[in-house]
């Protein structure tokens, strides 16, 4: 494909995207910054990957429906799909585990990445990109 033809597709996309982000009703306060080691995947690259997180000291009672945080396993499932050397579509499943009827399934999220260009990497080749998230949370877990 030519630069333009790439350069297109890329503007297009970032468009849609930045689109899709501005017509969410709600904003989310959580936010998560990813630094990786290691080259963007190449194309058609698919990987499972699990991610885990455990809260040893947290809010120990309920709060307005909301599950006590204290002692409780949260987990993600990703696949994710790399369509080009710079976009990555996702698919995450979210469940907590937990006593006392705190397990459940936390959510679903649509993840995409797109990655700029590599002239915009910053100082020691650090990349940079956007990323939109689109799904559901379960509000026993994540109150709006």
Known sequence: ???GI???HFRNIFLLHVLAASVSAEAQDNYVIEVHGTQSN?????TLQIHSAFVFKGPKKFQKEVVSRE???TSALEFSHWFSDWWES???LYWAVGDNNRS???????HNLILLPP??????NIGLGLV?????????FFPL
Request: proline share 3%.
């Open 90 to 92: 996702a698919l995450m």
């Open 132 to 140: 939109v998230d689109g799904g559901f949370l379960n509000k026993k």
């Open 104 to 110: 459940d399934i936390a959510g679903a999220h649509f």
């Open 42 to 46: 190449i194309r058609h690259d698919i």
């Open 6 to 8: 790439i350069r297109r």
């Open 119 to 124: 002239k915009y990497r910053l100082p020691g």
């Open 1 to 3: 494909m030519s630069d």
């Open 71 to 73: 002692h409780l396993s």
